[in-house]
């Protein structure tokens, strides 16, 4: 019987080893196109920028307020720009993750590249999961919050005139804070597999997550209680659906292990 060599990274499906120059040659190309990819949806973004914005102030027209101002002559072109840029990258991030994946996978096993590629896909799935909740759901009860002091006090009238530049920073603000938070699952998961973190940790620090979910609402919304506790509570959903997540990951590895063929040990 013939004794077959050892097995090399090459056959495992795993790149052989590249040098240092190349791989700097290879991150620049990546870089590059993840730049063009960027450019050119900044370019198709600026000339739609009124209408994209349109979209943006609907939560605050359907929350009874239909002016915005500018107080700065120039405050409504850099709207546009901003306007723009931020939606380049929500276009472009499928681009800029592909050639992520370009560059990492040629490093990986076959193993490494089947494990992480659902996470690959699950990413702007859960990040448009989470703009969506704080579009739909989250900004206009904040809004309906926060215009609910506009009204007589004392005689003076109180009467919310937002600027174009304030209101984008604070639809932003939301979107990319729970478009960002939703990622939450896929971060845990990542770091269980990756043996960072165990199952049983997780839930030993449910407690200390309840306080880092109200920390960190507090630093990534606008400072009223509603906002922070909309984004604190979806946190701490999303930790214990994470928790879950593993739980079934881990129950489905151990199947496939135990139902998986062994292979009769051959003499040599």
């Known amino acids: 019987m013939s004794v077959e060599g050892p097995v090399t990274a090459d056959e ?9 120059l ?28 009124r209408p994209i914005f349109a979209v943006l102030v609907q939560p605050l027209v359907r929350a009874g307020q239909g002016k915005l101002v500018y107080t700065q002559l120039f405050e409504a072109f850099f709207v546009e720009v901003k306007v723009a840029l931020f939606a380049a990258m929500m276009i472009a991030f499928p681009v800029i993750a592909n050639q992520l994946w370009k560059f990492v996978a040629p490093g990986l096993y076959r193993q490494e590249k089947r494990a992480l590629l659902p996470f ?16 739909f759901i989250t900004i206009p009860l904040a809004l309906k919050f926060l215009l609910g002091f506009q009204g007589n006090v004392g005689g003076v009238t109180q009467e919310a005139l937002p600027s174009v530049g ?20 896929i971060l845990l998961m990542l770091l269980e597999r990756s043996g960072i973190v165990t ?16 920390a960190i609402a507090a630093v990534a919304t606008p400072p009223d209680i509603l906002s922070q506790f909309l984004l604190a509570v979806p946190l701490i959903l999303l930790y214990e659906i994470s928790i879950f997540a593993i739980w079934f990951t881990q129950r489905r590895r151990k199947t496939g292990a135990e139902t998986a063929p062994v292979e009769p040990l051959e003499e040599v």
Do not use: W
């Open 12 to 20: 495992e499906g795993a790149g052989g080893k590249m040098p240092l």
């Open 22 to 49: 190349d791989h700097l040659v290879e991150l620049r190309t990546r870089l590059l196109k993840s730049l063009l990819a960027i450019g050119i949806a900044f370019g198709v973004c600026l000339y739609f920028a």
């Open 120 to 135: 690959l896909f699950a990413t702007p799935v859960l990040f448009a999961v989470g703009a969506c909740f704080a579009y």
């Open 166 to 185: 304030n209101y984008l920073s604070f639809i932003m603000q939301f979107v990319m804070a729970f478009g960002i938070a939703f990622l939450l699952p």
């Open 199 to 214: 199952r049983q940790q997780l839930v030993s620090a449910r407690r200390y997550m309840i306080v880092a979910a109200f």
